[in-house]
């Protein structure tokens, strides 16, 4: 069964709005990273959280990794449409080996 | 090589027909792992290599599905008397070390049993 949830499962953005993805858990993670896949495309690694509450930007990107490390969040802000594609995070679950467990991602799609 | 390798990018196969899936790591990447995706969904974990020791099978759906890497590098994804239900983009990854760093992927091959 799926142990890592990603809501929303879509996401339509108008060019230039933020918009947040949160990625939760009712386990506790060892650490959560952040994948982007691109429409036809494959998953590329875009960051790794490691530390309760880290909080890491990458240019319009804010990922950031709950207290309790059972949930991250990944911020977008003012969206282009560079930014079109599914967003997955996947998390290393101690009780589940030495593997990452991909949640369902978030499909962005933006409105130029 | 710069990235991951696999091969062949499409397959379509008849349901019975069985069919072998190769991933070509970066060179020197310790782990190696098989994922499935089926459309519009995420990745699904199938098993996980340390080198040439295959340390986590249990993501494999069936015993029609068996993967090696018998020296420590290449990676072969065999699927026997392929189903309908195979069908899926089947994905390679491989990285330094499992738990530190984060996966490269390959472009996937996407299987069609017909």
């Known amino acids: 069964g799926q142990q890592v949830m990603q809501i929303p499962q879509y996401q339509h953005v108008q060019e230039g709005e933020d918009f947040t993805t949160y990625c939760n858990s009712s386990?506790?993670?060892?650490?959560i990273q952040w994948y982007k896949q691109r429409p036809g495309g494959h998953p590329v690694f875009l960051i790794q959280?490691?530390?309760?509450?880290e909080v890491k930007k990458q240019k319009r990107l804010t990922f950031q990794f709950g207290e309790a490390k059972k949930n991250s969040s990944l911020h977008i802000t003012a969206t282009q449409t560079t930014d079109v594609g599914t967003y997955f995070c996947?998390?290393?679950?101690?009780?589940?080996?030495?593997?990452?467990?991909f949640g369902g991602g978030t499909r962005v799609l933006v409105k130029p | 090589g710069a990235g991951v390798s696999q091969s062949p990018r499409y397959k379509v196969a008849k349901r019975g027909q069985d069919v072998a899936l190769r991933c070509d790591p970066i060179?020197?990447?310790?782990?190696l792992f098989w994922y499935q995706q089926a459309l519009g969904q995420g990745p699904e974990f199938l098993t996980y290599?340390?080198?040439?020791?295959?340390?986590?099978k249990s993501g494999l759906p069936s015993d029609r599905f068996f993967a090696e890497r018998p020296e420590g590098s290449v990676s072969t994804l065999k699927i026997q008397r392929t189903q309908q239900e195979d069908s899926a983009v089947y994905l390679c990854?491989?990285?330094?070390?499992?738990?530190?760093?984060?996966?490269?992927f390959g472009s996937g091959t996407r299987l069609t049993v017909v």
């Open positions: 990854a491989s990285s330094p070390h499992a738990v530190t760093y984060g996966y490269t």
């Open positions: 386990t506790t993670l060892s650490n």
């Open positions: 959280l490691v530390k309760s509450g």
């Open positions: 996947a998390a290393l679950i101690k009780a589940a080996g030495n593997k990452l467990t």
């Open positions: 060179s020197g990447h310790v782990s």
């Open positions: 290599f340390q080198n040439e020791a295959q340390l986590d």
